[in-house]
Structure formats: C-alpha cells, structure tokens
T-cell receptor, first 111, second 115 residues
Framework: TQLLEQSPQFLSIQEGENLTVYCNSS?????LQWYRQEPGEGPVLLVT?????EVKKLKRLTFQFGDARKDSSLHITAAQPGDTGLYLC???????????FGSGTKLNVKP | DAGITQSPRHKVTETGTPVTLRCHQT?????MYWYRQDPGHGLRLIHY???????DKGEVSDGYSVSRSKTEDFLLTLESATSSQTSVYFC??????????????FGPGTRLTVL
C-alpha cells in the first residue's frame, strides 16, 4: 500500500478538454510536489506547494494543496497534445528527508 | 539543469551477478537518493544519503546496498541480482532550485534487465 494514492491511473482525453488528477493520503506532509515525466527521461518538477490551502498556477495548470496538508490536486484547463506524459505527486514528511511518490497518472491528449 | 549523471544508462546482466550503478553530481548537494520505477508503482525509494558515509534505508531496500565515499558520488549495488530487480533506476539530488525552494533533480535513469 502506497502512502500517496494517485488517481486516475490512466486518462485519455481529446484536445481542449479539462481534467483533474488527485493525490490523497491519510498522512500529513510538510510539502507536496508535482512532477511530469517524459518517456526515457527522469521526472521534472512542475511545482511545490507548502502551505495548507495553497493554490498555484502554471499557465493552464492549477495545483492545490489541501487545508489539512494530506491531499493535493492538479487541474489542467484546455488540455493540449503537448501535455501528454506521466504526472507524479510526491510528498515530503515532517522531520524526514524522504519523499513518497504516488503511482502516477499517465495522460494522453489526442489531437 | 542540475548536474547529475548516471552510469551505465543501460545494462543487461544475469541472475546472481553483482551490479553497481553510479550516480554523479556536480552540485555539491548533501542529499542524494536512489529510486526504482516500475509500472503501477511510481517511484519507490531504495536508499538515500544525507552526507558522506551517512546513508539510510528506503521502503524497498532489501537486496540493495549503497555507499557514499565522496559528496559527488552515490553508488547503488545489487550484491546478487534477481529478475525482480529488473527496473529503471533513478538517482536524485535535493537542493535549492531556480524557484528558491528545495526540489529534487533527477538523473536520466539506468535501465537494468536481469535475465
């Protein structure tokens, strides 16, 4: 059982549609990160959220950290084929220097 | 981009043989991590290091050992490789990014196949 449950595991949508990816846990995190990974490469950081209730926007991507710091969401508006990839959330536990990753969401945006 | 490299990038080996993967950083960061990535599991932490000769276990450390004799190098060793260790291995460092916040920077990965 993973500490961070990520859903959905797969998502295939048409260009222009909106989508939301969820990352949930029963544990509290000091911060939560979202990464995007292309095939054959390492994950690349998109954003870090630190404060409970925090909302960050990165162009068409909106990230939210839950008030209780146990969950987070990634919302993409008007998805484009360039958004295709594997999206991963990762939480940093208090007093630990270890990151716990969700299982990932594989997004495919069709033209 | 953070200066982090991994070698080899690909390796095929046989069950029972020892294998060592190398991670090298040029950023002088204190924290280094080894993860494995398998379908449906995201990234799982194997071992990490918080300084020279200071290491600790992650969630899937059985069958793996690590060493860090210099700040820039973090080695992952499979003492006797098994087919269940076929995976893609990523090294990461943790440090201040361009955003001014702590973030992990990942290497390009090593694809290991154990026959």
């Amino acid at each position: 059982t993973q500490l961070l449950e990520q859903s959905p595991q797969f998502l295939s949508i048409q260009e222009g549609e909106n989508l939301t990816v969820y990352c949930n846990s029963s544990s509290v995190f000091s911060s939560l990160q979202w990464y995007r990974q292309e095939p054959g490469e390492g994950p690349v950081l998109l954003v870090t959220v630190v404060t409970g209730g925090e909302v960050k926007k990165l162009k068409r991507l909106t990230f939210q950290f839950g008030d209780a710091r146990k969950d987070s969401s990634l919302h993409i508006t008007a998805a484009q084929p360039g958004d295709t990839g594997l999206y991963l959330c990762a939480g940093l536990r208090y007093n630990f220097n270890k990151f716990y990753f969700g299982s990932g969401t594989k997004l495919n945006v069709k033209p | 981009d953070a200066g982090i490299t991994q070698s080899p990038r690909h390796k095929v080996t046989e069950t029972g043989t020892p294998v060592t993967l190398r991670c090298h950083q040029t950023e002088n960061h204190r924290y280094m991590y080894w993860y494995r990535q398998d379908p449906g599991h995201g990234l799982r932490l194997i071992h990490y290091s918080y300084g020279v000769k200071d290491t600790d276990k992650g969630e899937v450390s059985d069958g793996y050992s690590v060493s860090r004799s210099k700040t820039e190098d973090f080695l992952l060793t499979l003492e006797s490789a098994t087919s269940s260790q076929t995976s893609v291995y990523f090294c990461a460092i943790w440090g201040i990014g361009t955003s001014g916040q702590n973030e992990q920077f990942f290497g390009p990965g090593t694809r290991l196949t154990v026959l």
